[in-house]
């Protein structure tokens, strides 16, 4: 087993029916640019009603069709949000609770002390989340996962990684191992998974390989670490 080896996310998760929501940051090969990820997937009709909006900058889950919606404490959320030279982005409303923590002057890990997995037994989602900071025309990033310690949520376990940023590598975290009922959740650390310098390859190539009946939304960010300057793609199945 080389654990150094870096897998193509697209083979990753191509023929995996339900990875759930995932996650990925690192840097572009070309060593010139940060990329970040987010990806929703969902099997019920209430998780399947939704889009990806974008405003000022900062990236949202809202109801496709409003008068569909049936719960919207765990659907409806800010996934990406940025707070000085910090990006944050989650797969729930933890993106506010690690915003308001960087403000009041904890850390990434501190502040999501607060939190734990979802309430939605039996699969008690994890919560994933991921920070980017930027400085000196590089950057650094974190990725966070909240689990049950076991079947009945008696208890929350807490996962930090801590990343310096190499060229062509990034990680990828995702709420599900694979279907099943309850969904067994994601395990180990976050996957080593390449990070191409086309934002459009990079970006088909894993909405291509998501599960074509469970996916939902794709959002991709790149960011230029000389100029700062962002390039986005989204994809919503829903339009």
């Not at 009709?45 to 719960?71: A, C």
């Amino acid at each position: 087993m080389n654990i150094y080896e870096i897998h193509d996310i697209a083979t990753l998760i191509r023929d995996n029916a339900y990875v759930g929501r995932g996650i990925v940051i690192g840097k572009t090969a070309d060593g010139k640019k940060a990329a970040t990820a987010y990806f929703i997937m969902g099997r019920s009709s209430n998780s399947r009603n939704r889009i990806f909006t974008e405003k000022n900058g900062e990236v949202f889950t809202e109801p496709f069709d409003v008068s569909r919606v049936e719960d919207p404490s765990l659907i409806i959320y800010a996934a990406i949000r940025q707070y000085e030279n910090k990006l944050i982005v989650t797969n729930g409303d933890q993106t506010d609770t690690i915003y308001n923590g960087l403000a009041a002057g904890k850390s990434f890990s501190c502040a999501l002390t607060a939190r734990e997995f979802e309430p939605d037994a039996p699969n008690l989602t994890p919560r994933i989340s991921g920070m980017l900071t930027f400085a000196d025309n590089d950057f650094t990033y974190d990725m966070s996962i909240l689990k049950s310690a076991d079947p009945e949520g008696t208890a929350c376990n807490r996962y930090t990684f801590s990343y310096a940023a190499l060229p062509g590598l990034g990680h990828f975290i995702h709420t599900y191992v694979c279907d099943g009922n309850p969904i067994p959740t994601f395990q180990g650390e976050p996957e080593r998974v390449i990070i191409p310098d086309d934002i459009d390859y990079f970006t088909n190539s894993l909405w291509d390989a998501l599960n074509a009946d469970n996916k939902i939304s794709l959002y991709v960010r790149y960011t230029d670490l000389a100029t700062g300057e962002v390039e986005n793609r989204m994809i919503n199945k829903n339009k």
